[in-house]
């Protein structure tokens, strides 16, 4: 067969057989007296498998490795693991379909690109106007749409969304919006929110990667901007009630700041 006979018998372009010959995936084959190209069944054979396996979504370099001897991978092998990658793709598609189907759902203008999980922990939600709740929203959509936590830390955050006590702490740090980083009212408010929120969401979030990633420099920004959204005294039980679930805090929550010569945050 000629090339252009053993092209249209296999459904390849001659440009693509060219190409396949030029990579190493076809031998060339002996060429007739008058210069043009003979292939064999043989070689019919091989072109079809590589047509059925780059359909698949095999690279050319994963072919290869089907195609060649005993140094070669199996071809199950290197299909079970295009079947993974499929997976993964389905995968990424159907959460990106659940999430359009939750703005589509939503009346129009109050529709929120939120993860279900979200959209499902703001629900549980009791309604309130306290400007500290309100920056907590903020800051789970800013985690959420980064992907630096994920369905565990909403399932943990369910049951103290849904408690009406909380909002009395959300009240209590409102009440410091004017005062200074050493009212006393700092500690045991600490206390109490470290109380009302389980170890477990705190441990989701340390799992997790803080927007902006890149590494512990990343991390301490993003805490930084964090505290610079509140007023002084504010910010100081937060840092305490963050300090309290980490490693690197010192300080108990109930105890002033030992750290020498730490400035007050305020809002910019």
Same mark, same amino acid.
């Given at each position: ?140 959509? +800013?985690? @959420? #749409?980064? =992907? ?11 049951? !103290? *969304? %849904?408690? /009406? &006590? ?9 009440? +410091?919006? @004017? #005062?200074? =980083? ?11 929110? !470290? *109380? %009302?929120? /389980? &170890? ?14 890149? =590494? ?15 007023? /002084? &005294? ?14 690197? =805090? ?19």
């Amino acid at each position: 067969m000629r090339i252009g006979e053993i092209a249209a018998l296999v459904g390849l372009t001659t440009r693509a057989i060219r190409h396949y010959h030029h990579v190493g995936l076809l031998p060339e084959p002996d060429r007739r007296p008058n210069g043009y190209r003979a292939y064999s069944v043989r070689d019919a054979v091989r072109l079809a498998r590589v047509r059925r396996l780059t359909e698949l979504g095999l690279s050319l370099d994963e072919v290869r490795d089907v195609l060649a001897d005993d140094a070669g991978r199996e071809l199950a092998e290197v299909l079970a693991e295009l079947d993974a990658d499929l997976a993964r793709q389905q995968a990424d598609l159907a959460e990106r379909r659940r999430r359009l189907a939750v703005l589509l759902a939503a009346p129009p203008g109050e529709a929120e690109p939120l993860s279900p999980a979200l959209a499902e922990l703001f629900a549980k939600a009791p309604e309130t106007a306290s400007p500290s709740a309100a920056l907590d929203r903020d800051h789970l959509r +800013l985690l @959420d #749409a980064s =992907g630096a936590v994920g369905e565990e830390l909403y399932a943990v955050l369910g049951a !103290v *969304a %849904a408690d /009406p &006590a909380v909002l009395a702490l959300y009240e209590r740090l409102d009440e +410091l919006a @004017d #005062a200074d =980083g050493d009212d006393p009212r700092i500690g045991p408010l600490a206390v109490d929110l !470290v *109380a %009302a929120v /389980p &170890a477990e969401a705190f441990a989701a979030v340390a799992a997790g990667t803080p927007p902006g990633t890149g =590494g512990p420099q990343a991390a301490q920004g993003f805490l930084e901007a964090l505290l610079a959204e509140y007023a /002084p &005294a504010q910010a100081e039980v937060v840092r305490r009630v963050i300090e309290a679930f980490t490693d690197t =805090g010192t300080a108990h929550p109930d105890q002033p700041d030992s750290r020498p010569n730490q400035p007050k945050r305020g809002r910019e």
